[in-house]
């Protein structure tokens, strides 16, 4: 029977310092295989939103070419007005009836279009009968249609406009204060009005400009009496609330047509 005698295996030992490589190198492999994993990610995700990107960019594109068909501009030459046998105020575009409205009562002198404001579209009918010892005048009887339904509402105005702003959305009028004149400004979109007294001694007053930087006011008064005519200028400065007399009382009636600049009024005395 052969000898069973175990054979010994003499023992290996690894140094300490080749374990620890052995661990960090290790470690570094996982890293750097978990980095790439990320940055593959990373990389997939990016081309997933640039293609979301594109796509949206060609669809914003579209849509805005079919916004640009579908904006309704409206033409001036297009619009017309007539008064029927019955007083109606008839509103056409583009020879298309759009409303007709027992506004006018039938004293209706003119129709004219003061101004376009994208679909708004500000109108002044002229009624017949206008007369007397009138100095300075404006638009009385005022509407603000809308063009995208032709719905219309009327301006409340309590004496009458001189000049209508589309740019700083504000109109300038001239009404009566209990028993004063006074100069309003009042705005487009909700018709509230901030009113200034005008000097008692002038019973008229009209001429109403906007600076053209819209920080100013100017307008002429006179005193209404034709055997004994005077005049003066003030100048309302909206940012100060402050008001000024440009021209002194003068004998005759100043005119004014608009502004030379921001601090210069242009004007006549007749």
Request: hydrophobic letters at 40%; a negative charge.
């Amino acid at each position: 029977m052969e000898d069973q005698t175990p054979i010994e295996v003499p023992a290996v030992h690894i140094p300490k310092w080749l374990i620890v490589l052995l661990v960090v190198s290790t470690c570094l492999s996982v890293v750097a295989v978990a980095l790439s994993i990320v940055s593959l990610i990373e990389s997939n995700n990016l081309e997933s939103e640039m293609d979301i990107e594109i796509v949206d960019d060609e669809g914003s594109e579209q849509a805005g070419e079919d916004a640009t068909q579908d904006i309704f501009t409206l033409e001036a030459d297009l619009i017309s007005f007539d008064v029927d046998s019955s007083g109606d105020l008839i509103v056409y575009y583009d020879e298309e009836e759009k409303i007709r409205s027992e506004i006018t009562a039938g004293l209706v002198d003119s129709v004219e279009i003061v101004a376009i404001d994208g679909d708004d579209i500000y109108i002044n009918i002229k009624p017949d009968g206008m007369g007397g010892y009138v100095l300075y005048s404006g638009y009385r009887w005022m509407y603000q249609i809308d063009a995208t339904d032709w719905s219309y509402v009327q301006i409340p105005i309590d004496g009458f406009m001189t000049e209508l702003s589309t740019e700083y959305q504000k109109a300038l009028l001239i009404e009566h204060l209990g028993s004063r004149l006074a100069m309003v400004i009042m705005d487009l979109e909700t018709f509230e009005k901030s009113s200034y007294s005008i000097d008692s001694t002038y019973g008229q007053a009209g001429d109403a400009y906007f600076s053209p930087d819209g920080t100013k006011v100017a307008y002429a008064t006179a005193v209404g009496d034709p055997t004994n005519e005077a005049s003066a200028i003030y100048i309302y400065n909206i940012v100060e609330r402050l008001q000024t007399e440009y021209m002194p009382h003068t004998a005759g009636v100043y005119e004014i047509s608009g502004w030379l600049d921001n601090d210069s009024v242009d004007y006549t005395l007749n």
